[in-house]
């Protein structure tokens, strides 16, 4: 009988800490769920890359525009990298977002979605577990007004791929903006 309140207890404390141990690997805050047309043309601007990982900003755009049409967005236009300066650690800023927006009103976009790439990379020690940290913004293009934003960071185990936990949390980040209509 003592045998058994033992292992159920430990049994619970060893659920607590694999909760625990859960909800420690993300953080997010968003807006409530957009009101935003699925029909409507989105275009994906530059994220600005805010790391030291080269590459990061357009990793995140990529992954995006590609998650796009899964969450029911029809019709997405991402940034032409023909476009894109040739920096690589802070696309996307000052005078070239301007122009990305410029671009979005050319495409006749409803709305374009941009962001900060705050972290992107494996964390360094005995697991390298990747690390991954976004804000998005859905900006009304014939304005230029921020109408919706999330933010959030994501760590994954150790046999998990960058890209994978990339993907996992830039689903979590946009998918409430098209919850609505």
């Known amino acids: 009988m003592r045998f058994n309140r033992l292992l159920a207890f430990l049994a619970r404390l060893l659920l607590l800490g694999a909760v625990w141990?859960?909800?420690a690997c993300a953080t997010l805050d968003?807006?409530?769920p957009g009101d935003f047309a699925r029909d409507a043309r989105w275009a994906v601007l530059p994220f600005v890359n805010a790391t030291e990982t080269p590459l990061a900003g357009q990793r995140a755009a990529s992954l995006a525009a590609a998650l796009m049409?899964?969450?029911g967005v029809a019709d997405v236009r991402g940034y032409?990298?023909?476009l894109e300066d040739d920096n690589l650690l802070e696309p996307g800023q000052g005078s070239s977002r301007d122009k990305a927006l410029e671009w979005a009103r050319g495409q006749e976009a409803r709305y374009a979605l941009s962001g900060t790439v705050h972290e992107w990379r494996y964390k360094v020690g005995v697991d390298g577990e990747p690390v991954v940290g976004v804000s998005v913004q859905v900006i009304d293009v014939?304005?230029?007004r921020v109408v919706w934003s999330s933010v959030g960071a994501k760590?994954?185990?150790s046999r998990e791929s960058l890209a994978g936990v990339a993907q996992k949390l830039m689903r979590d980040l946009i998918s409430p903006a098209l919850r609505g209509r």
């Open 30 to 32: 968003k807006a409530p």
């Open 155 to 157: 760590s994954g185990w």
């Open 69 to 71: 049409p899964s969450l």
């Open 21 to 23: 141990a859960v909800a």
């Open 142 to 144: 014939a304005d230029g």
């Open 80 to 82: 032409p990298e023909r």
